[in-house]
């Protein structure tokens, strides 16, 4: 089945609207959610087509990776129409959405499943100050992370999903050090480098950071939700803080 025709949009890929989604996957920004989403499609033994960076309006991606069972992850690189045989798997990822974006994209993809990822703020937005407040001065966005923690915190019914991850018990209970990462900029990309890394802890980095305490600190959304859905972190950065 031909699934892809050529965007006229530069660096998008145009979805066939007939394409079965078996699964999406929403989340902040610079969650590790491209690890999940590695994990939970390496437990199905058959091929796989990730559509990554989707758009919730049209049926666009910008990148196609492709998981074939047993081997490494390829990644269509070219806008040539790709044709695909009738038992391949189908998965999105939504990434840095606002709700309501959110809800337009399941209208828009039809997935049989969605999937939410969350990680605690104070190590999201640490992640995002890193690289993209160091590099551009771009401010972490809170909104996609609220919406979600709300979802997680029982307090919106009205998103539709079918599962959520917390990204902080997963990395405790899960050998995600054997995830081949398909994500470009993720924490994830290099093998060798994951045991040197302790991903639930950047946050320390940033205890005397102004900004961090401005983005995130500051924020009482944020804060609240933290203190329902992480209380013992939560705790512990606004102890370090305070010393």
């Known amino acids: 089945m031909r699934i892809v025709t050529t965007s006229k949009r530069r660096q998008r890929k145009t979805i066939r609207a007939d ?35 989707c758009f919730h309006m049209k049926r666009e991606c910008r990148r196609i990776f492709i998981y074939n069972p047993g081997k490494s992850i390829d990644v269509v690189r070219t806008f040539q129409p790709v044709r695909e045989p009738d038992n391949t798997r189908y998965v999105t990822n ?15 993809w039809r997935p049989r499943s969605i999937v939410l990822v969350l990680r605690d703020p104070f190590n999201t937005a640490a992640s995002w100050l890193r690289k993209l407040w160091t590099l551009h001065k771009w401010p972490w966005p809170a909104d996609p992370w609220i ?33 081949h990462p398909a994500g470009k900029g993720s924490s994830f990309t290099q093998t ?52």
Not at 24 to 49: C, E, F, I, K, Q
Not at 160 to 172: M, T
């Open 19 to 53: 394409v079965p989604i078996s699964m999406a996957v929403a989340a902040p920004v610079r969650t590790g959610h491209h690890a999940v989403l590695d994990w939970l499609v390496s437990r199905w033994p058959r091929r796989v087509l990730h559509f990554n960076q």
């Open 94 to 108: 939504f990434e840095g959405t606002l709700r309501h974006q959110f809800l337009q994209a399941v209208e828009t």
């Open 147 to 179: 919406w979600i923690a709300r979802v997680f915190a029982g307090e919106d019914d009205d998103v539709p999903h079918s599962r959520c991850v917390d990204f902080n018990e997963w990395v405790r209970t899960t050998d995600w050090r054997r995830v």
């Open 192 to 243: 060798r480098k994951l045991r040197r890394k302790n991903v639930l802890r950047r946050w320390q980095c940033y205890c005397d950071d102004p900004e961090f305490e401005r983005q995130v600190l500051g924020n009482a959304e944020v804060m609240r939700l933290a203190r329902i859905l992480y209380p013992q972190l939560t705790e512990e950065v606004e102890k370090a803080w305070a010393t």
